[in-house]
């Protein structure tokens, strides 16, 4: 942006015909400005009106700051200009309509989840407290979250992988495009047939009670696909030369997957693995048909019922008392918590492990 | 160490599709051959078929013998990852491996084939790099990253990485394609270095390089779009670009092609 293009808006339509470069534009901070009146007109419109719901208000805003921004460029600086930002405050728009909900939602459960949320409620079981009691704690469904998501982890990751570079690296001609389109039907598995898929298996055929490692099965069948498409993606990612290059120094070729093709892209892998893990650390559904859930804490996922974080938010809710509703949102606030560490974490390997440029 | 590569009848294919056909010639050890020709005429390919490169592109398929010495590189019991370490390549667009240092691309060779003593393989990197011209650029900043090298520095890491696993051949694909004239110069008279040891292939498209750093020089051409390039003819360098015996040569060189 050089000086001699930014002249104040005074100065009304460019020249008309005159092959100039330079011609009026409106100062950087208009977008501001026609905001911060879009949003007091908004409110004034909503006030004087007599509308009582906030979103209405929101949204005569927001159409009078795309409108307003579109009609002054088009009267300063022409058509083509108008256009150019009428897309951008309609992405700027849209971008604020996205963050509302997601913020709100974190507003909401940060107030209503620090009510209860402490040391003791970390660290105790719900033991033997009644709905309608205060008190208690989350310990035994961090526990069983923490060892049903591994497990599953454990499970998901190593096939996921492994099929993956069966894809890019191997697989040619009709096994390929099925197993493609298997991990994509896959993808689209509502999580209640995942966990009836593992029900009927499990515990009517084969016969086991309900554990937490039952429930693991069904969220590995969860995970696996997700894991398959992440690192397909960032195996292609891979650029052939890299291959090449070590294929012609005389490298055999599992060894150039290994240190070549798989290090080239741990920072990708790595992520897709992580928001793999952070879906499943939200599932409701397997656990309730499959772990059954336990207000004690059982350390072994092999044997008898388990908690786990959704779980107790859903049964604490479900009791429908004033303290289990507080205990409820206490631990969906720490579920949440545990996603976002676990994706500033991914994000923290990608880029550790990213390839270098630096010099 | 150099060996002489005797090719003979040798035709390749990309699925059905035929890329070159029927090319025999003699590669002399210890020596620097040039491959000219214009785009598309098969000389990329027909060096990949060389250290059996080719069979890694999907699809491609090879017809007919390569003798390194005494041993056909499409013999029934060879196996293709040996070639290569007997065959090295350089590529037309550098390519460093990005996660790793100047010190463990030039290793990547010796270390990705089981060989990891440290004392043998700092000897190794240091000779290797000093036989690509890049140590003193280098010697202080082993342990960063490859890919901040400029881009000739990068493609003399990539001969040096190549050179590190001591092979008997070193294949070229359009080496300076990529870089300045500063940068091309020094890979330039690193050739001229290289085939006191190696023998050395390399693929061109500048006329002068090939007069400048080869021995001999072939020149494939193709006769039309679809058709498969073809070897037209293989000379000294010299008799190539002043009195070639094929009228498609002369008009090539000369500029007056197509």
Same mark, same amino acid.
């Given at each position: 942006?050089?000086?001699?293009?930014?002249?104040?808006?005074?100065?009304?339509?460019?020249?008309?015909?005159?092959?100039?470069?330079?011609?009026?534009?409106?100062?950087?901070?208009?977008?501001?400005?026609?905001?911060?009146?879009?949003?007091?007109?908004?409110?004034?419109?909503?006030?004087?009106?007599?509308?009582s719901?906030?979103? *209405? %208000?929101?949204?005569?805003?927001?159409?009078?700051?795309?409108?307003?921004?579109?009609a002054?460029?088009?009267?300063?600086?022409?058509?083509? *200009?108008?256009?150019?930002?009428l897309?951008?405050?309609?992405?700027?728009?849209?971008?604020?309509?996205?963050?509302?909900?997601?913020?709100?939602?974190? %507003?909401?459960?940060?107030?209503?989840?620090l009510?209860?949320?402490?040391?003791?409620?970390?660290?105790?079981s &719900?033991?033997?407290?009644?709905?309608?009691?205060t008190g208690? /704690?989350?310990?035994?469904?961090i526990?069983?979250?923490?060892?049903?998501?591994?497990?599953?982890?454990? &499970?998901?990751? $190593?096939?996921?992988?492994l099929?993956?570079?069966?894809?890019?690296?191997?697989?040619? /001609?009709?096994?390929?495009?099925?197993?493609?389109?298997?991990?994509?039907?896959?993808? /689209?598995?509502?999580s209640?047939v995942?966990?009836?898929?593992?029900?009927?298996?499990?515990?009517?055929i084969?016969?086991?009670?309900?554990?937490?490692?039952?429930?693991?099965?069904?969220?590995?069948?969860?995970m696996?696909?997700?894991?398959?498409?992440?690192?397909?993606? &960032?195996?292609?990612?891979?650029?052939?030369?890299?291959?090449?290059?070590?294929?012609a120094?005389?490298? $055999?070729?599992?060894?150039?997957?290994?240190?070549v093709?798989?290090?080239?892209s741990?920072?990708?892998?790595?992520?897709?693995? &992580?928001l793999?893990?952070?879906?499943?650390?939200?599932e409701?559904?397997?656990?309730?048909?499959l772990?059954?859930?336990?207000?004690?804490?059982?350390?072994?996922?092999?044997?008898?019922?388990?908690?786990?974080?959704?779980?107790?938010?859903?049964? *604490?809710?479900?009791?429908? *008392?004033?303290?289990?509703i507080?205990?409820? %949102?206490?631990?969906?606030?720490?579920?949440?918590?545990?996603?976002?560490?676990?994706n500033?974490?991914?994000? /923290?390997?990608?880029? %550790?492990?990213?390839?270098?440029?630096?010099r | 160490?150099?060996k002489r590569?005797?090719?003979?009848?040798?035709?390749? #294919?990309?699925?059905?599709?035929?890329?070159?056909?029927? =090319?025999?010639?003699?590669?002399?050890?210890?020596?620097? +051959?040039?491959?000219i020709g214009?785009?598309?005429?098969?000389?990329?390919? #027909?060096?990949?078929?060389?250290?059996?490169?080719?069979?890694?592109?999907?699809?491609?398929r090879?017809?007919?013998?390569?003798?390194?010495?005494?041993?056909?590189?499409?013999?029934?019991?060879?196996?293709?990852?040996?070639?290569?370490? +007997?065959?090295?390549?350089?590529?037309?667009r550098?390519?460093?491996?990005?996660?790793?240092?100047? #010190?463990?691309?030039?290793?990547?060779?010796?270390?990705?084939?089981?060989?990891?003593?440290?004392?043998?393989?700092?000897?190794?990197?240091?000779?290797?790099?000093?036989?690509?011209?890049?140590?003193?650029?280098?010697?202080?900043?082993?342990n960063?990253?490859?890919?901040?090298?400029s881009?000739?520095?990068?493609?003399?890491?990539?001969?040096?990485?190549?050179?590190?696993?001591?092979?008997?051949?070193?294949?070229?694909?359009?080496?300076?394609?990529?870089?300045?004239?500063?940068?091309?110069?020094?890979?330039?008279d690193?050739?001229?270095?290289?085939?006191?040891?190696?023998? =050395?292939?390399?693929?061109?498209?500048?006329?002068?390089?090939?007069a400048?750093?080869?021995d001999?020089?072939?020149?494939?051409?193709?006769e039309?779009?679809?058709?498969?390039?073809?070897?037209?003819?293989?000379?000294?360098?010299?008799?190539?670009?002043?009195?070639?015996?094929?009228?498609?040569?002369?008009?090539?060189?000369?500029?007056?092609?197509?």
């Amino acid at each position: 942006m050089s000086h001699a293009t930014t002249t104040p808006a005074a100065g009304g339509p460019a020249p008309g015909a005159t092959p100039r470069l330079s011609s009026a534009r409106l100062p950087r901070w208009t977008p501001w400005v026609v905001a911060l009146g879009s949003v007091a007109a908004g409110c004034a419109a909503g006030l004087a009106a007599g509308l009582s719901s906030k979103v *209405q %208000w929101g949204l005569i805003a927001g159409l009078l700051f795309v409108v307003a921004n579109f009609a002054l460029t088009a009267r300063v600086q022409g058509r083509r *200009q108008a256009r150019d930002r009428l897309a951008t405050s309609l992405v700027w728009a849209s971008f604020v309509l996205a963050l509302i909900p997601l913020l709100s939602l974190l %507003w909401v459960t940060v107030e209503r989840g620090l009510k209860v949320l402490d040391g003791y409620f970390l660290s105790h079981s &719900m033991g033997v407290i009644a709905d309608a009691e205060t008190g208690g /704690g989350i310990y035994h469904a961090i526990v069983g979250t923490l060892e049903q998501v591994g497990l599953a982890t454990l &499970m998901a990751v $190593p096939i996921g992988l492994l099929t993956a570079v069966y894809l890019v690296e191997y697989g040619t /001609g009709k096994l390929a495009k099925a197993v493609t389109f298997f991990v994509d039907v896959m993808t /689209g598995i509502p999580s209640i047939v995942a966990g009836l898929f593992i029900f009927s298996f499990w515990i009517m055929i084969l016969g086991f009670q309900p554990s937490g490692f039952a429930g693991a099965l069904a969220l590995a069948i969860l995970m696996m696909p997700v894991v398959v498409r992440s690192t397909e993606e &960032m195996l292609k990612l891979v650029p052939n030369e890299l291959r090449e290059a070590s294929l012609a120094l005389g490298v $055999p070729k599992w060894r150039t997957i290994l240190k070549v093709v798989l290090p080239t892209s741990v920072g990708g892998i790595t992520t897709g693995v &992580m928001l793999a893990v952070a879906r499943v650390a939200g599932e409701t559904a397997p656990v309730l048909l499959l772990v059954w859930g336990n207000p004690l804490i059982n350390m072994n996922p092999f044997e008898q019922g388990q908690s786990s974080l959704p779980l107790y938010v859903y049964q *604490q809710y479900a009791a429908g *008392q004033s303290a289990s509703i507080d205990r409820a %949102w206490a631990a969906a606030l720490v579920l949440i918590a545990f996603v976002m560490v676990l994706n500033l974490a991914a994000r /923290g390997v990608a880029r %550790w492990k990213a390839p270098k440029t630096g010099r | 160490m150099a060996k002489r590569i005797d090719v003979s009848g040798l035709t390749a #294919y990309y699925g059905t599709h035929k890329a070159i056909e029927d =090319i025999s010639m003699t590669v002399e050890p210890r020596s620097v +051959t040039a491959f000219i020709g214009p785009s598309g005429c098969g000389k990329s390919t #027909y060096l990949r078929t060389l250290n059996r490169m080719h069979e890694v592109t999907p699809g491609g398929r090879v017809e007919g013998k390569v003798m390194l010495d005494d041993e056909d590189l499409y013999g029934s019991s060879v196996d293709p990852v040996a070639v290569r370490r +007997t065959i090295g390549m350089v590529f037309q667009r550098p390519n460093p491996f990005p996660t790793m240092s100047i #010190y463990d691309n030039v290793a990547a060779g010796l270390r990705l084939n089981g060989k990891t003593k440290k004392a043998d393989l700092s000897d190794v990197v240091e000779k290797s790099l000093r036989g690509a011209n890049l140590w003193n650029e280098v010697k202080d900043r082993l342990n960063k990253p490859g890919s901040g090298l400029s881009g000739g520095q990068q493609q003399r890491l990539c001969i040096a990485r190549a050179i590190a696993v001591e092979p008997q051949v070193l294949l070229m694909d359009e080496p300076c394609s990529a870089l300045d004239p500063i940068s091309t110069l020094a890979i330039e008279d690193l050739i001229g270095e290289l085939k006191e040891r190696f023998t =050395i292939v390399i693929v061109t498209h500048n006329m002068q390089q090939a007069a400048r750093v080869s021995d001999r020089t072939a020149f494939f051409n193709l006769e039309g779009v679809g058709r498969p390039g073809k070897l037209v003819e293989m000379d000294e360098t010299e008799r190539i670009f002043s009195n070639p015996s094929v009228q498609d040569t002369e008009d090539y060189i000369s500029g007056r092609f197509g």
